[in-house]
């Protein structure tokens, strides 16, 4: 599944029963609901807002998957991880065809005046849904209606399916926002500024003399799919940390009208509702709460496959570290790839592999004038991939390094080996150093996985393109706090217990 956005083709006509006043029963549940939650004042708390991540093959996901053996979950990643990688690679094509980088606007946001603040939400992990995609519970409008949304770092568009929708959509209870049950739901006007910050349909049909001519979008992703309707604005419902319920105003979304593709139309994805675009781009959710919540936003990935499951969160603004932790935390800074404004990047300066220092040239890891090359970190890749000839680099150094049986490739994993009879495989360290200075050394788990029965596998793979760049998954994640600073452009990463954290 790909999440990112690449061109922007279709045509849609306002609905216009979205537009019709509200009944006065709405406004008495509006009112009903202020009295339970209060609106998000920086200045008078100092929680973080807070969303619970679940993984889609985590055992408390409800689009969990059942598979046969481990080869055939593998099997499902590495299709998913393959459909998402291309589909990144190709946003940088799609620009070089176009002979041109992304349009980049100044986001609104970043001008208002809030103080810093933190929200915190809990991540469900989506491996069962087959693109190692985390998913997390999302409530909008007055009084709140719940939906599940793709948490995503590769896309920027927040957006809803909503009533009314056309194509393959849902209609059971529960699977589309309605607009009219919503007293604060407002759609934006085509003319507004906000309105040029998304991608418009072939023909918008704006009229700036309607009062409700609204604005249109077409938000397509890489692997073609899609969301079209009406970009409106809505209040959100958050949890803070400290478990009170809060509200935030004003958040603009898609109320999509339509939407296709492999991403939002297959049986797996059944129970999803739409998109949080957490990305760079000035749409994200991430950069709608700008200084609100401190322009950071973090989370903490456990293992999803560990029984009992665990919880992982999603946390916008300060981090709910202990002091000790937040003292060692390391930082990288962002890097800027002007063909792909909505990726993290992160510049790799150097690899060790058991202390050995390897010899890849710093050019490997650059991002050249063409916008190829480079390093993205994602929430929505499973394994790590590495651009050659680096990858080649580390797969000999861990070769001559692994001293168990070679057995023969699993799926499509260049070295792979027999551990039958070792509680405790010795396997070789892998750290990488990216630039600041910031030494990233994850244990062994994060990247070798359990490919069959005793068989243990390196979780890297090679990518080789004119656009190839290299990718950390959320395996390599795992167990570190990872945030996400863009008020300081940079990533900060600490090494901890999530499920503890």
């Known amino acids: ?14 609905t216009m029963y979205l537009l019709r006043p509200l009944f006065l029963f709405a406004l008495l549940l509006a009112a009903a609901a202020a009295a339970s939650a209060k609106n998000y ?27 046969s053996s481990p080869e055939e979950h593998l099997a499902n990643i590495i299709h998913e991880d393959s459909v998402r990688v291309h589909g990144m690679q190709r946003v940088i094509e799609q620009q070089h065809s176009r002979g041109r980088a992304f349009q980049t606007f100044s986001s609104i946001w970043e001008q208002s005046a809030y103080h810093k603040k933190e929200f915190k939400a809990p991540v469900i992990s ?52 309605f607009a009219r049950r919503s007293s604060s739901f407002m759609p934006v006007h085509c003319y507004a500024p906000v309105c040029e910050l998304v991608p418009p349909p072939t023909d918008p049909s704006c009229n700036r003399t309607r009062v409700h001519s609204s604005c249109m979008y077409d938000y397509i992703y890489a692997d073609l799919s899609d969301s079209s309707g009406i970009f409106s604005r809505e209040t959100a419902t958050l949890n803070t940390s400290s478990g009170e319920s809060t509200r935030i105003t004003n958040v603009a979304f898609g109320c999509g009208m339509k939407s296709s593709g492999p991403s939002f139309t297959g049986p797996t994805f059944a129970g999803v509702h739409g998109v949080l675009g957490l990305g760079k781009g000035p749409i994200s959710f991430t950069s709608q709460l700008g200084k609100l919540v401190g322009n950071r936003f973090s989370y903490c990935l456990v293992d999803y496959t560990i029984s009992p499951p665990q919880t992982s969160y999603l946390v916008l603004g300060q981090p709910p570290l202990r002091r000790s932790l937040m003292k060692s935390m390391s930082y990288t800074p962002f890097l800027r790839n002007r063909f792909a404004e909505t990726f993290y990047y992160v510049g790799i ?19 050249d004038a063409q916008g190829n090359g480079g390093t993205v970190i994602d929430s929505g890749t ?23 049986p070679r057995v023969r490739s699993v799926q499509s994993f260049d070295l792979c080996f027999n551990v039958s009879g070792i509680a405790r495989p010795q396997l070789p360290k892998l750290t990488i150093v990216f630039m600041g200075n910031a030494r990233f050394d994850p244990p062994p788990s994060n990247y070798f996985i359990n490919a069959a029965d005793d068989v243990e596998c390196l979780a890297l793979q090679g990518v080789s393109s004119p656009s190839a760049f290299s990718i950390l998954g959320n395996l390599l994640q795992q167990n570190f706090f990872i945030m996400y600073d863009r008020e300081f452009s940079r990533l900060g990463f600490v090494h901890t217990d999530c499920s503890s954290s």
């Open 1 to 14: 599944m790909m999440l990112h956005c690449i061109l922007f083709q279709s045509q849609m006509q306002p």
């Open 41 to 67: 004042n920086p200045h008078h708390s100092k929680d973080s807002l807070r969303l619970k991540l679940v993984h889609k093959n985590s055992l408390n996901s409800p689009l969990r998957k059942t598979f």
């Open 126 to 177: 989506g491996a069962s849904a087959g693109s190692g995609q985390y998913f997390v519970d999302f409530y909008i409008g007055t009084p709140p209606q719940k939906f599940m949304l793709i948490a995503d770092t590769g896309s920027d568009l927040l957006w809803v399916r909503c009533s009314g929708c056309k194509g393959k959509c849902l209609r059971k209870p529960g699977s589309a926002f």
């Open 349 to 367: 300066k150097q690899v060790f592999v058991e202390g050995v220092l390897l010899p890849i040239l710093p050019r490997v890891w650059s991002i």
């Open 382 to 404: 499973t394994l790590t991939y590495i651009v050659e000839p680096a990858y080649q680099i580390i797969l000999a150094a861990f070769r001559k390094t692994v001293l168990y």
